[in-house]
């Protein structure tokens, strides 16, 4: 994609308070899942309320530390690196055996991720990333993810166990909104409409008595992390399995992101940014392990995010890094960032998605391509068959060994891989 579509290309810097404004924007995008997985993490082990508050800084320090370090020395690409949820999915299920199981599994596979990238043994599978296959895990990203906004959009909480029509008319109208801005303003403020629909939504739910300030008032403004050594990690064989397989997920994952966000920015020295990348992911393991959290992946969302704002600076996502790092020693910026509207969030991730699709069919149609009749169900089925997965309730895996169900149970995982095998063995070009 021609870098003249974007207000900035990857390796432009904007001016520091634009910088900081896109940061901002990519940082309360992430936000909501991070308080997510250390909630999860946190209810699995049982933790008390000050050792919650502990794990949600250490997933901070996590994702705000390589995220900075993916973008300036890893892939370099303007990917968010945040805790992985087969990873999470594995760390739920290992709960029971302790943290310290679940430490030495995760610094094995960290480190098995870190060896791989070192050694540069991805370039082996680059040239499978095919138009079909990298088209598909742009349109799996969106489909995927579909089953985790829907919540959101439509408002579930205790007291709306089925939703509110209210707040998915609202989320709908955000979502148009956003939609408009970003059509129809030019230049620096077209690059602002994202955060502009998540300041104009997260007013109206304010005004609507749909958020909770008290939590920003009563934080403090500084407070450093504690709890940070959890004890030595231990080598029990069935977690050290179980985290293996949930690393192969992270594996695929990753070079699917990485993948995806290339063919939109660029895709210059590809495959030396898919090592270098699968690299600080292993390293970000060993220092997930070593606190006793949730290990990462290159988010997949950011491709969507990109085509909505027209900001393609990998600078910008280093400085959301940089403010994730702050949060976690700032309570009072993690409370405010906490507190915007979870279908706020919600609605902008939806446009972003939207524009994902359009860049999925786009590389698989690039240069007047016409498909034929096997590229229908190359492109098609991984599609379904990987939004059916993402859309299944996770008791439906449990009864599978741990070390399958982080594969078969992630949808974006199953999709990239059923494509891959139809591509490149059952229903290859002849």
């Given at each position: ?147 985790y906004l829907l919540p959101l959009l439509i408002g579930v909480d205790p007291a709306h166990p089925n939703g509110d029509g209210a707040v998915f008319a609202a989320s709908l109208a955000l979502i148009i909104l956003i939609a408009i801005l970003s059509h129809w303003l030019k ?9 502009v629909g998540l300041v104009v939504g997260t007013f109206i739910f304010w005004f609507w008595g749909l958020m909770d300030l008290q939590p920003v008032r009563e934080a403090s403004w500084f407070s450093l992390p504690t709890h940070l050594w959890t004890g030595m990690p231990r ?196």
């Amino acid at each position: 994609m021609d870098d003249q579509r974007f207000f900035y290309s990857l390796n432009q810097r904007p001016p520091f308070w634009r910088n900081l404004l896109y940061g901002a924007q990519w940082a309360l995008i992430m936000f909501p899942a991070l308080v997510i997985v250390a909630s999860i993490s946190a209810k699995a082990l049982n933790l008390p309320t000050e050792e919650e508050v502990a794990f949600f800084q250490k997933i901070l320090l996590v994702a705000g530390t390589f995220t900075t370090w993916q973008t300036l020395g890893g892939h370099k690409y303007p990917l968010q690196e945040g805790p992985a949820t087969a990873l999470l999915l594995t760390f739920v299920i290992l709960a029971p055996s302790g943290l310290a199981a679940i430490k030495g599994g995760f610094l094995i596979g960290g480190l098995i991720l870190f060896l791989i990238g070192r050694l540069r043994w991805m370039h082996y599978i680059t040239d499978y990333f095919t138009p079909n296959v990298v088209g598909v895990i742009l349109l799996l990203i969106a489909f995927t993810l579909l089953p985790y906004l829907l919540p959101l959009l439509i408002g579930v909480d205790p007291a709306h166990p089925n939703g509110d029509g209210a707040v998915f008319a609202a989320s709908l109208a955000l979502i148009i909104l956003i939609a408009i801005l970003s059509h129809w303003l030019k230049g620096f403020w077209q690059t602002t409409a994202m955060i502009v629909g998540l300041v104009v939504g997260t007013f109206i739910f304010w005004f609507w008595g749909l958020m909770d300030l008290q939590p920003v008032r009563e934080a403090s403004w500084f407070s450093l992390p504690t709890h940070l050594w959890t004890g030595m990690p231990r080598f029990d064989l069935p977690a050290v399995i179980s985290c293996f397989f949930a690393y192969l997920a992270v594996v695929v994952n990753s070079v699917g992101s990485i993948h995806g966000v290339g063919e939109i920015v660029g895709k210059e020295d590809l495959t030396k940014r898919v090592d270098r990348g699968i690299g600080v992911t292993g390293l970000a393991g060993v220092a997930a392990a070593g606190l006793g959290v949730v290990g990462t992946v290159s988010y997949s969302s950011s491709p969507g995010v990109i085509l909505v704002t027209r900001v393609a600076s990998r600078y910008s996502q280093a400085m959301c890094g940089i403010i994730l790092l702050l949060a976690a020693f700032i309570p009072r910026l993690n409370a405010l960032l906490t507190a915007i509207p979870a279908t706020v969030v919600g609605a902008a991730l939806c446009v972003a998605l939207g524009s994902q699709v359009g860049a999925g069919i786009s590389v698989i149609t690039a240069g007047g391509r016409t498909m034929a009749g096997r590229d229908y169900l190359v492109v098609g089925l991984p599609v379904i068959i990987g939004t059916l997965v993402a859309a299944l309730p996770p008791s439906f895996f449990a009864i599978l060994p741990a070390s399958i169900g982080v594969i078969v149970g992630n949808g974006l995982v199953m999709g990239i891989v059923l494509v891959l095998v139809l591509e490149h063995l059952l229903l290859r070009n002849r």
